[in-house]
Nanobody, 126 residues
Framework: EVQLVESGGGLVQAGGSLRLSCAAS????????IGWFRQAPGKEREGVVC????????YYADSVKGRFTISSDSAKNTVYLQMNKLKPEDTAVYYC???????????????????WGQGTQVTVSS
């Protein structure tokens, strides 16, 4: 059974930083790509940072470019989202998600959606 567990959310002032973690189990880590999504109240879930299934390129939403960085530690089966220069509009529940690597038609955040974590709340105060 695929399990994704996020942690690291919290309350931070605008301009501050947080690092989210996504610990994966039940999968062969290198056989999957893991990305980050978020959902703000009243809005649809959006892709924040995704690793393309097809070619492993990294997609960043325009709103987070230059501020957010994705990284991973395969020894720990964990993916991180470093978030700097946070803004109130970054407030949302953040989810990690997994997609099988090597799906030739799927670029950016396409193909994600079968496996999700439970989410972690990030609140940025002004």
């Amino acid at each position: 059974e695929v399990q994704l567990v996020e942690s690291g959310g919290g309350l931070v002032q605008a301009g501050g930083s947080l690092r989210l973690s996504c610990a994966a189990s039940g999968i062969t880590f290198d056989a999957y790509r893991i990305g980050w999504f978020r959902q703000a109240p009243g809005k649809e879930r959006e892709g924040v940072v995704c690793i393309s299934s097809a070619d492993a390129t990294t997609y960043y939403a325009d709103s987070v470019k230059g501020r957010f960085t994705i990284s991973s530690d395969s020894a720990k089966n964990t993916v991180y989202l470093q978030m700097n220069k946070l803004k109130p509009e970054d407030t949302a529940v953040y989810y990690c998600a997994a997609v099988v690597r090597g799906l030739g038609a799927y670029y950016g955040c396409a193909g994600y959606g079968r496996h999700w974590g439970q989410g972690t709340q990030v609140t940025v105060s002004s």
